[in-house]
């Protein structure tokens, strides 16, 4: 499995949890009791979105950090020219 093959997986399965948490939190206030949503509702929720903004949130730290290594690389094969 490439990189990018890797990433896309993680980018849509993160969004598939958030489209499903969102759906389960909105079918909660619509089935009886309406406009109560039952505690593992919420608990699925807020599962969706710890998994949701750790893949982006890693994501995002990982690409950072190859920049900043990537900048610090080519700054000093500049200096040394």
């Keep these: 499995?490439?990189?990018e093959t890797r990433t896309d997986v993680q980018i849509y399965s993160a969004i598939a949890?958030?489209?499903a948490g969102?759906?389960?939190a909105t079918a909660?206030?619509?089935v009886p009791?309406?406009?109560e949503i039952s505690?593992?509702?919420l608990l699925f929720f807020a599962q969706c979105l710890?998994?949701?903004?750790?893949?982006?949130g890693v994501s995002i730290y990982i690409h950072t950090k190859f920049a900043e290594l990537k900048s610090a690389i080519e700054g000093e094969e500049g200096?040394?020219?």
């Excluded at 710890?50 to 982006?56: M, T």
Aim: no cysteine; aromatic share 10%; proline share 4%.
């Design 1 to 3: 499995m490439t990189k």
């Design 17 to 19: 949890m958030l489209l």
């Design 22 to 24: 969102v759906a389960l």
């Design 28 to 30: 909660g206030f619509v």
């Design 33 to 35: 009791p309406t406009g």
């Design 39 to 41: 505690d593992s509702v």
């Design 50 to 56: 710890i998994y949701a903004g750790s893949i982006f």
């Design 79 to 81: 200096g040394q020219a």
